[in-house]
């Protein structure tokens, strides 16, 4: 089930291909219209997880005040030498745009985005999705 969402990305100069700019534009969703850049810094052992970062904010229960996403590196489903190659991480980056937030608190890193998402008050959750919005519009500015 998808939104639509794109990501593509590359290293940010030849010179190290370790750092990479991820971009990713969604045109349907609570980040509608939105064009995030994600830099993540890979290892030269691709069993050790990259240093993933958004560069600008976004208001995500699963993405840290700093930009940082919590990552699930326990794939089964993905060999562990593929578990970080770039086209795996610009995977789930992508899931994270594109599904609902993570309700599981142990992967909440955002408590005050948490907060207001999964709240049982209605007027909170209409905050939680005004503030992700008018971030996610001001990616475009």
């Known amino acids: 089930d998808t939104l639509g969402l794109c990501v593509s990305g590359?290293?940010?100069?030849?010179?190290?291909?370790?750092?990479?700019?991820?971009?990713?534009?969604?045109?349907?969703?609570?980040?509608?219209?939105?064009?995030?850049t994600v830099t993540?810094?890979?290892?030269?052992?691709?069993?050790?997880?990259?240093?993933?970062?958004?560069?600008?904010?976004?208001?995500?229960?699963?993405?840290?005040?700093?930009?940082?996403?919590?990552?699930?590196?326990?794939?089964n489903s993905v060999q562990l030498v593929k578990r970080f190659l770039p086209s795996t991480v610009a995977k789930a980056l992508a899931q994270l745009l594109e599904k609902s937030p993570n309700v599981a608190p142990t992967t909440w890193v955002n408590e005050d985005?948490?907060?207001?998402?999964?709240?049982?008050?209605?007027?909170?959750?209409k905050d939680f999705k005004k503030k992700a919005r008018s971030l996610a519009r001001r990616t475009m500015d």
């Open 113 to 125: 985005a948490a907060n207001q998402c999964f709240s049982n008050d209605a007027a909170v959750q």
């Open 10 to 36: 590359g290293p940010k100069t030849p010179e190290n291909l370790f750092e990479w700019q991820f971009s990713m534009m969604s045109p349907e969703g609570l980040y509608e219209e939105s064009m995030y």
């Open 40 to 75: 993540a810094v890979f290892h030269a052992d691709l069993t050790e997880s990259p240093k993933v970062t958004f560069d600008q904010p976004i208001w995500h229960p699963n993405i840290s005040p700093s930009g940082v996403p919590f990552y699930f590196a326990k794939d």
